[in-house]
């Protein structure tokens, strides 16, 4: 008796194997990397980053999204170096990757040669213009940092009134900041009317007091900065005990500050306070105090994965949350034109999604195209203000005109 | 010494000539060919990861840049805390070539061991430079002299568009008898070209050791004023211990460029010269194997904390700035806690050990 029971359970077992079996070894995972900075310099944009792509992909494998198959992305902390990004990369490749997400502009450029050596599709969180030049496989999520310069001086000459405004650049003096100057120049030898008086690369001041009181003599009205919250939210705390601010668009006699992606959203707030008030800020990212389906979609995703509040209204979740819908869409495109998930077929697949193929995540505030000669996503950008201490859209999206010209 | 040289239970020497060998006894001499067997034989036995590689073959970097370092602080006793940009120089004479000449050229990719050697030799031609405060200053204004090239270097790499403004610069690959170092053999080729780079420095500082301009530093070190005294030149001694630092630090950053294929600034800051010099403390300063041991328990230790890091970091999300501090927390708890304990380093624990064995079984 005791030996038939045994016997039943093992048929019952033989059963169920038999029937799950199958599934289980046809089912594939797909190994995706990602190396960025968790912990060490910049982490307050790395940390939420990296939580949006984690949970992105868990959710991708949670809700079956891709049937049987699953994703396994590897996040690893470089802390911000280099050379354990090249050693995380290396660590990918061994696993066998098909698609590498990767982090910062100098890690970026220190393994491009890599990536087209290993014909690695990848899209960095960096979006310097510089990361696409004698490269075929990095792409970028959204407008170049140069675009968004541009797009941000655009409109100082639009609603500028009375002769031609004077603007300086803040930016961080690195690659990532140094960027957009160039092409900022460019568009004004294009025909933008408008003059750079000064380009000034902050270094770790904690007072910029001086640097505020010579712009004001040099005559300059608007400070585009291209840099982290951190240094900007110092200048706008000086300018405000300066009452340098202007409250209202180009007010005469003050300064308008404005920014590109990484200058600002909730950390910029909560770092200089009432300070941030009236600062422009442009990106291609939804923020979550504006009701849409997008935002929506993000909070429900880090409420389901237990984020804290400050994580789920980061816009820098809402980056890394995009950059895994990408990913997770090339892969879903590729399963349906049953072609194997390979990072060649990745490849084609990004470059194919353009036109009727484009991709809206929700999370952006335009589509995401790719095409062979177009490696930035989202072209659209949003500008937004602070109003009563939170980042309000003004206007509608726009495309920079003059990065066509330069 | 006894007559059988296998047998030898302590040091007799009779004449200063066996006290100037570079193995005292025949177990010393078979002991280190076996090692070297061993270190040149094993990847023919185990596989690693390329991820491994590489830290296997960043390690043997630093062993050639701390052998530098300890010839000018360990055995000429002077501080330099500029060390990085000594390494800086000779990624940077590499990389200067490769803008010059394009990526490509043959002499990038083919004549990488004159390239190797030019960078050595360019980072000796700054390390006279930097030494030249070394016939005024010493002590801490000798080390703030240094400390102020380190500045001088990164912000001239940082600011000048020859450099690329600090951006990286690509390296080639280069090329062997065998033809151009594929992906899959490029940190095995690196691994065995730093190994007989490192037997080289590593028997050529041995020997300057056992000659006179060897017994200079020394003497410098211990008491310039009693060295000048004797007939020595303090002065060009210690020009010459920092040109020799310079020359071994030049030659690591080439490696390192070839090792990266690539040259930026990031690699070579302020935190690399403390680095380097935690490795010398670490290792033992004033002797030549601590600068085998310093960068091997100091790049071991990084990775370990590295890792408990991103642990902390990815789990306790409260802890992420405590995940941040803990890389600088226990480097710098690893320097003080040597410098209380063992201000000999490591190579103190070797030397203990191997008296231990070559007594045994007669411990005293």
Known sequence: MKMNRVTSWMFLLAAVSMVTLPVHALAKEYKLGLSLAITGPTSDAGNPYSKGVEDYFQFVNDTKMLGEDTINCTIRDDQYNNDITKRNFEDFLDQGIVFYLNYSTGSTLALKKDFEEEKMPVIPASFHAGNLVDSNYIFLPIASYSAQAIGLAEYVVKNHKEGTPKVAMFIHPSAFGRGPVEDLQKAVGAGLKMEIVEVVEHGKDLDNTAMLQRLVSKGVQYVISQTVQSPVATMLKDASSLGLVAKSFGEAGKITFLGCHYTGGNDLVALAGPAAESFYWTTSYIVTNEPSPGATAQLDLAKKYNRDEKAANSHNYANGMMVAQVATEVIKRCKAKGKEVTKENLYEELQAMNGDKAFSPGTTVGPVTYSKTDHAGVDSLQLYIVKGGVFKSTGTPFVPEYTKKI | MSANRWLATGNYFTSYREEQRIFFTSLDRTAMGLLLAVLFAWPFFLELDNKYMLVIDNI??????????????????????????????????????????????????????????????MGAVFGALVGLPALRLKHLYLAIATLSFQMIFQWTINFMNFFNQGQTISVTRVTWVTGQVSRSQHYMFWYYALLVVIVLCGFGVRNLLRTRYGRCLVAVRDNDRAADAMGMHPGFTKVYAFALA???????????????????????????????????????????????????????????????????????TAATNLATALRPLSFGLVIVLFLMFEPRGIANWWRIARSYVKLWPFRY
């Open chain 2, 60 to 121: 043997l970097v630093a062993v050639i840049a701390v052998m530098g370092l300890n010839l000018v602080t360990g055995f000429a006793g002077l501080i330099s805390i500029g060390h990085a940009a000594f390494v800086g120089i000779g990624a940077y004479t590499v990389a200067s070539f490769s803008r010059m000449l394009g990526e490509n050229h043959l002499l990038l990719s083919h004549g990488w061991p004159v390239m190797i050697i030019l960078a050595g030799c």
């Open chain 2, 246 to 316: 310079g020359f071994l630090a030049g030659v690591a950053g080439a490696l390192h460029a070839y090792l990266y294929r690539g040259v930026g600034v990031e690699s070579f800051t302020l935190h690399h010269s403390i680095s380097y010099l935690a490795m010398a403390i670490v290792g033992g300063l004033g002797t030549l194997h601590g600068s085998f041991w310093g960068p091997l328990a100091i790049k071991l230790l990084d990775l370990q904390v590295e890792q408990l890091s991103e642990w902390v970091g990815a789990h306790v």
